[in-house]
């Protein structure tokens, strides 16, 4: 069957370390997958995509990686702050298909 | 910053009440949808559409009808509210750019609450 997971239990970080979530999918083939941040009560914001054929992106302290073969992207956040509390949900965008898949997100917590 | 709003933000409404949620968006995209979403849990698409005179059932059934009339409005309907119905409402739009592919743009949300 058809899935997408992220880490389901909240991530919990000091000030300053980097944060890494974790987004897996099964029985998918997208031609990008995308990030998005959801603050409380907000809808989800737009923060970086990758393509198919890319490994690696990267935008200020945001970092993308993307395996096609183990099915899975991690997201970096470098030198985290408590201001980047929030829930990040990954989505996969096939092939001119217009619907996006999301995972059911991860919350982040950034102590400081 | 996205282009696309949502009225209203709140609302509080008896059971068996009819309510419409506004969706517009200034960016002409083609398509548009509509998530559910409780607190704290994941989205779930309820309606999409891709143009004009096109809508389509979401992966999660929902009571509610939507309507696309025009490109840049994509509004909800439930005819009678229920508890049931509780919940965030997100609106967003899209347009798949070669290169890139389908950036969702959400609106901020309505929040639905049927005493």
């Known amino acids: 069957s058809q899935k997408i997971e992220q880490n389901s239990e909240a991530l919990n970080i000091q000030e300053g370390k980097t944060a890494t979530l974790t987004c897996n999918y099964t029985n998918y083939s997208p031609a990008y997958l995308q990030w998005y941040r959801q603050d409380p009560g907000r809808g989800p914001v737009f923060l970086l995509l990758?393509?198919?054929?890319?490994k690696e992106k990267r935008k200020e302290r945001l970092k993308v990686t993307f395996d096609t073969t183990l099915k899975q992207s991690l997201f970096h956040i470098t030198a985290s702050q408590p201001a980047d509390s929030a829930t990040y949900l990954c989505?996969?965008?096939?092939?001119?298909?217009?619907?996006?898949?999301f995972g059911q997100g991860t919350e982040l917590s950034v102590k400081p | 910053e996205a282009d696309i709003y949502q009225t209203p933000r709140y609302l509080v409404i008896g059971t068996g009440k009819k309510i419409t949620l506004e969706c517009s968006q200034t960016?002409?995209?083609?398509?548009m949808y509509w998530y559910q979403q409780d607190p704290g849990m994941e989205l779930h698409l309820i309606h999409y559409s891709y143009g004009v005179n096109s809508t389509e059932k979401g992966d999660l059934s929902s009571e509610s009808t939507v309507s696309r009339i025009r490109t840049e409005h994509f509004p909800l309907t439930l005819e009678s509210a229920r508890p049931s119905h509780t919940s965030q409402y997100l609106c967003?739009?899209?347009?798949?750019?070669?290169?890139?592919?389908?950036?969702?743009?959400f609106g901020e949300g309505s929040w639905l609450t049927v005493v």
């Open positions: 960016m002409g995209h083609d398509k």
């Open positions: 990758i393509r198919e054929n890319e």
């Open positions: 967003a739009s899209s347009e798949y750019v070669s290169g890139t592919g389908n950036t969702i743009y």
């Open positions: 989505a996969l965008d096939m092939k001119q298909g217009g619907k996006l898949i």
